[in-house]
């Protein structure tokens, strides 16, 4: 994560030493964030649920931009990237530990053999390629205080794609599992914010 922000902070001009400490700071209230999640969706603080880091973190970030003295949006810029590799790092965990299979998707009725979609490594792969588009946009300087609503308006239908294919289908609203409720929020929450801000840009 740190190696990411150092990488995106020339063009977005952020000072190194506090971009330094930024991402250590953000990697801690990332984790709060993941466990924070988990309880509001299970009752208990065993586990992770990565919407945290999406639907949390702006009002973390909004925090240490007031103790760091830095915009919001420059840190919320140098963030989304990041939180995509937490991501992927989180994915490591999921396999390790087994959590987060995929769905049967075909068994051989003669030989047993089965094929399960291989929704951890899918994902883990899937948050690298959000992370390195969204390092090349920040690069383009074009979209400069909007990555952060793009990260989840792309990041959130990915996700609600592919939780289908999870093995874990349990309804947490109406008939949706969490992981695709939380994915609409996100692409809900990140449209109207970056409708918002190309309104602003315009009459600005």
């Not at 399960?116 to 883990?124: N, T």
Request: some cysteine; glycine content about 6%; overall charge positive.
């Amino acid at each position: 994560m740190t190696a990411v922000m150092l990488l995106c902070r020339k063009w977005i001009q952020a000072p190194i030493a506090k971009t330094t400490v930024y991402s250590i700071l953000l990697t801690i209230c990332g984790f709060a964030s993941v466990k924070l999640m988990y309880f509001i969706e299970n009752g208990e603080w065993e586990g992770l649920s990565f919407f945290g880091a999406i639907l949390f973190e702006p009002l973390f970030i909004l925090l240490l931009s007031l103790i760091l003295r830095e915009k919001w949006t420059t840190l919320l810029d140098l963030s989304a990237p990041s939180i995509s590799v937490m991501q992927a790092v989180m994915k490591l965990e999921c396999l390790r530990s087994g959590c987060c299979s995929g769905r049967l998707l075909y068994m051989n009725p003669e030989t047993g053999k089965q094929f399960v979609f291989p929704s951890r490594e899918v994902e883990l792969i899937a948050a690298l390629l959000i992370a390195t588009l969204l390092v090349y946009l920040i690069s383009r300087k074009k979209n400069q205080g909007e990555i952060y609503p793009i990260y989840m308006v792309i990041y959130g239908i990915v996700r609600f794609a592919l939780n289908w294919f999870r093995n874990s289908r349990e309804a947490f609203v109406w008939l949706l599992p969490a992981g695709n409720f939380w994915a609409l929020v996100a692409i809900l929450i990140g449209a109207v914010w970056l409708l918002i801000l190309r309104q602003e840009k315009k009459h600005s």
